[in-house]
């Protein structure tokens, strides 16, 4: 197994975690691994009690140009879709994609990173050479995403859902 990054201490493992490679798919560092060994890598970090919000936050401080901040929150979904999903990946229908993308797109940037730490504990298995996701007969795990959404449905009660994807398209939560 390639012990790196999982055998730096937490700090340096932030470093590793805090660059283009994992957040901008429009650059060269992108290609430097799988997105699976990314999700692999992340999920390490957070199973190793890292704070995700502290490297999110430094990738954005890092990077102030909007378009940084737009590849982060896109991509930061990608991850959790893929995690939902499953190995379904490839199976799932379009309907299914653009609602839950929809439903995750009315969260706040808290409740993003909360969603996707929960589904880096709870559906990554990282394992010596590579990572597997937890997966249900349903094409997505929503347990997790319920119980933010309502927790959000509560804080926010007359929050329109067309409205949230519009500021989601045109504003980053970073």
């Not at 409740?111 to 298995?125: A, Q």
């Not at 990572?131 to 309502?150: A, G, H, M, Y």
């Not at 929050?159 to 994807?165: D, G, Q, R, S, V």
């Amino acid at each position: 197994m390639n012990k790196y990054p999982f055998n730096l201490p937490l700090k340096e493992y932030k470093g590793v975690l805090k660059n283009k490679e994992y957040w901008d798919s429009g650059c060269v560092e992108w290609t430097f691994s799988p997105f699976d060994k990314k999700i692999k890598r992340i999920a390490g970090f957070v199973q190793k009690g890292g704070n995700l919000m502290n490297v999110l936050d430094g990738y954005a401080e890092d990077h102030p140009d909007w378009g940084y901040r737009m590849q982060l929150q896109g991509k930061v979904l990608d991850y959790i879709l893929r995690i939902m999903r499953g190995k379904e990946w490839n199976k799932v229908i379009m309907e299914t994609k653009n609602y839950i993308d929809a439903r995750i797109m009315c969260f706040t940037k808290e409740e993003l990173v909360e969603l996707f730490t929960e589904e880096l504990k709870r559906d990554v298995i990282v394992s010596c050479d590579d990572c597997c996701f937890v997966s249900d007969r349903k094409p997505v795990n929503d347990d997790i995403l319920e119980k933010i959404e309502q927790r959000h449905k509560q804080e926010h009660p007359n929050e329109f859902i067309k409205e949230k994807i519009n500021e989601w398209i045109d504003y980053s939560l970073w």
